[in-house]
């Protein structure tokens, strides 16, 4: 088991301590709120849930796509790789019914749902370039997403049926814009860019366009993940040469790194276009954990941490990578 170091340091003692109060008084009125805890960690209303992720299977080519509880147990199989590269980067909606994820079956990275409990996906006709990373808004009628062509890696807007299908940001089209999410008021999309050197995260105003740049690291910010409440952003940061897991307020203030104790070989890391795919994390339901990545002995594993960086536990201990995961409530038991 894999221990989180109790101090890790910190640059700025005052900032970590600030958001360390704030956050863990946050868990402890949740956790009066919901007082049952499973045994090897979790809450009862995380009990009811499902992280999502992609891992090859077996002699396969490439992804499928599986769901464990948060304990890491009771895995499953939601969508069995087809061709090609496979499938991978789901993503659930809020009503816990629809997952959406990127898929090779149809020629390229394109994106296709399905009804949980269904093996009958449907493609999201998007047109030309490789459509990746996409993000249902909470009321479920949009999907943001990126898509890829020769000029670069853009967000574009999508209503759910595939209408009204737009760019996002016309005025970036010297730079790559990648892993779009929703804060819960769908008043924002949060993801990361290049479009001032290394990329760092940003947050655009649907209703107005105004541009806001979150983080101010030195290295490189991206894979960001908002908060249920909206009031918190999640992300990885090279930042110090390793592969750290970061969380933010959402003006992106108070960055703290929650990752330091786990820092070894394994984990130094350059951000690169050709890796940065696989790292993503995820909040629970409740707001109180968080799912990531993080690699042992080669290979990535998924782990659980709480959002002030206590409890960290590793869910899962498999031969082959598991990547991309996602954190959701459903309506499947």
């Given at each position: 088991m894999i221990q989180a170091n109790a101090n890790p340091g910190y640059k700025n003692e005052s900032s970590r301590l600030a958001l360390t109060i704030r956050l863990g008084f946050q868990l402890i009125l949740m956790t009066l709120s919901c007082s049952v805890f499973g045994q090897n960690g979790g809450t009862e209303s995380d009990s009811k849930s499902r992280i999502f992720f992609a891992r090859k299977v077996g002699n396969d080519q490439g992804w499928s796509i599986?769901?464990?509880?948060?304990?890491?147990?009771?895995?499953?199989t939601e969508v069995a790789y087809v061709s090609g590269q496979g499938e991978y980067n789901p993503t659930v909606a809020l009503d816990g019914r629809t997952l959406l994820f990127n898929t090779y079956r149809y020629g390229g990275w394109k994106l296709a749902s399905l009804s949980l409990g269904s093996k009958e996906a449907a493609r999201l006709d998007l047109g030309s370039g490789?459509?990746?990373?996409?993000?249902?808004?909470?009321?479920?009628?949009?999907?943001?997403y990126e898509k890829s062509t020769r000029a670069g890696v853009g967000l574009h807007l999508v209503k759910r049926d595939g209408s009204n299908n737009?760019?996002?940001?016309?005025?970036?089209?010297?730079?790559?814009q990648?892993?779009?999410?929703?804060?819960?008021?769908?008043k924002y999309i949060v993801f990361f860019s290049d479009h001032e050197g290394a990329n760092q995260l940003y947050r655009v105003e649907l209703k107005t366009g105004t541009l806001k740049r979150l983080s101010q690291s030195s290295g490189n910010d991206f894979a960001p993940a908002v908060s249920p409440s909206g009031e918190h952003i999640a992300f990885y940061s090279d930042r110090d040469g390793h592969a750290d897991l970061f969380v933010m307020h959402a003006d992106g203030s108070l960055p703290m790194n929650l990752?330091?104790?786990?820092?070894g070989p394994d984990t130094e890391y350059a951000f690169s276009?050709?890796?940065y795919w696989v790292l993503k994390c995820g909040w629970s339901p409740d707001g109180k954990e968080l799912v990531f990545i993080s690699p042992v002995d080669g290979n990535y594993e998924l782990h659980v941490i709480g959002a002030d960086g206590s409890g960290i536990r590793r869910i899962t201990t498999t031969s082959a990578s598991e990547l991309t995961p996602f954190w959701a409530g459903t309506e499947q038991e």
């Open positions: 599986l769901s464990i509880d948060p304990r890491g147990m009771n895995e499953r490789y459509d990746t990373n996409a993000s249902i808004s909470a009321d479920g009628q949009f999907i943001v737009r760019p996002l940001l016309t005025s970036l089209k010297q730079s790559n990648r892993v779009p999410v929703w804060t819960p008021d769908g990752t330091q104790g786990l820092r276009d050709r890796s």
